[in-house]
């Protein structure tokens, strides 16, 4: 199992970043793909989860509105994208394999997202 | 949404120690709890789920206990490569949340 991510990306306050997620190694319809950020310093935060299998998504509440997470299973890629961001969104943006139940057995090896002026 | 504390935030070990830290939820979350390890600038490991299951290729020096509301994660003999910072999550109910986690630093 590997689930390999974009690069880091340098965002001013206002725009909007896209984060993809490449996974191998496995049936990638049969686990759901969560998305945990870890701002400098700090702890884990969940940020949703989506279903490869049938485009079931649940957002954490604080995200609602300005995240959007999608797939696409011909490429087994699954992508998160935040919008409005200020800078206290500069973080590591984690994408995770999602296994019963409800805990990330395999990680990406994170993606730093950085927002400045 | 679920809060989960750990503590102590900080702890400070040697070698061969054993090592126990405690994570409690603001609710019921029966056995719905993993620990994870994370080692600087790499992703979480996990370690536990469901309270006390060990992943595997885990060592069996790590063990998780508890139910409801308070949880532990001991490790029996602290070896060099366990320096790292440990995490709980509640996985009994959306949104997922984690603990604010705890150093273990030499």
């Known amino acids: 199992v590997q689930l390999v991510q974009s690069g880091g990306e340098v965002k001013k306050p206002g725009a909007s970043v896209k984060v993809s997620c490449k996974a191998s190694?496995?049936?990638?319809?049969?686990?759901?793909i969560a998305w945990v950020r870890q701002a400098p310093g700090q702890g884990l935060e969940w940020m949703g989860w989506?279903?490869?299998?049938?485009?079931?998504?649940n957002y954490a509440p604080r995200f609602q509105g300005r995240l959007t997470l999608t797939t696409d299973t011909s490429a087994t890629t699954a992508s998160m994208e935040l919008r409005s961001l200020t800078s206290d969104d500069t973080a590591v943006y984690f994408c995770?394999?999602?296994?019963?139940?409800?805990?990330?057995?395999?990680w990406g090896q994170g993606t730093l997202v950085t927002v400045s002026s | 949404d679920i809060q989960l504390t750990q503590s102590p935030s900080f702890l400070s070990a040697s070698v061969g120690d054993r090592v126990t830290m405690t994570c409690r939820a603001s609710?019921?979350?029966?056995?719905?709890l993993a620990w994870y390890q994370q080692r600087p600038g790499k992703a979480p490991k996990l370690l536990i789920s469901?309270?006390?299951t060990l992943q595997s290729g885990v060592p069996s020096r790590f063990s998780g206990s508890g139910s409801g509301t308070e949880f532990t994660l001991t490790i029996s003999s602290l070896q060099p490569e366990d320096f790292a910072t440990f995490y709980c999550?509640?996985?009994?109910?959306?949104?997922?949340?984690f603990g604010g986690g705890t150093k273990v630093e030499i």
């Open positions: 995770a394999r999602q296994i019963w139940p409800n805990c990330f057995d395999n």
């Open positions: 190694g496995y049936n990638f319809e049969s686990n759901g």
């Open positions: 989506i279903s490869p299998y049938n485009s079931n998504i």
């Open positions: 609710q019921d979350i029966r056995n719905y």
């Open positions: 469901t309270a006390s």
């Open positions: 999550q509640q996985l009994n109910s959306y949104p997922l949340t």
